[in-house]
Every structure is written in C-alpha cells, then in structure tokens.
C-alpha cells in the first residue's frame, strides 16, 4: 500500500471513529436530524454510533477491511435521507442551507472513497 493509500484508510478510519464518537458526544444533533418517520430515533442514533466506531475500526484492519469498506457504503445510504431531511429543515428555517446542499453530493465522494477500499 503506497504512502497515499495509508493516509487515506487512516484518514477514513479516524472520520468514522470521530462520527461514531460525536453520536454518543452530541445526540442532541443527530436526533434534530433525524427524520420523524424513524422508529426509535435514540437507540437508532446509539447503533448507528456504535456501528460507525467498529467501521472505523475495521477498516484499519487487512482481514475486516473489504467488510468495513462495505458496511460504510451500506451506512452511508442508510443515513442519506438524514442528510435529505436536515437540508429540507434547513431550507424551512432559512439557517445552514447551502453547507447542508453541499453534503448531499459529498455523500457520493464518501462512497466512491470506500469502495476504493473494497
């Protein structure tokens, strides 16, 4: 694995790990965004953390990466109509709107920087 390669799967590694951590740190946040039709939005928001650790944890790792890489293209998409929801909230109260239109599309840039890993 060359230099570049290292300092993105450790790049990557260290974001998923700081998402996870922030759901435990902030939920406050992650729960104002997530959509109403959500069913236990506060246990979903303590998996959704959990899971994003042990992603971030695992793609660090040769054995679990392959897995890893695909369980955050998998969160990824799950967690989209989040992304969708909070930009709509935003667009409603006039706050935040372009840096929430923005992460629409990043989302893809996310998936295409784990499938790289696959």
């Not at 959990?50 to 790792?61: C, M, N, Q, R, T």
Request: hydrophobic letters at 60%; aromatic letters at 16%; one cysteine or more.
């Amino acid at each position: 694995m060359s230099i570049l390669q290292l300092i993105s799967l450790y790049t990557m590694a260290g974001v998923y790990i700081f998402a996870g951590i922030c759901h435990f740190w902030k939920p406050k946040f992650f729960l104002s965004i997530t959509p109403k039709w959500v069913p236990k939005p506060a246990m979903v928001n303590i998996v959704v953390g959990i899971v994003e650790i042990i992603l971030g944890i695992g793609v660090l790792f040769e054995t679990t990466r392959i897995y890893a890489a695909i369980g955050i293209m998998i969160i990824l998409i799950l967690i989209f109509p989040a992304n969708v929801y909070h930009f709509q909230k935003a667009k409603r109260k006039g706050k935040f709107v372009i840096s929430t239109l923005i992460r629409l599309p990043i989302q893809a840039l996310l998936l295409y920087w784990a499938y790289t890993f696959v």
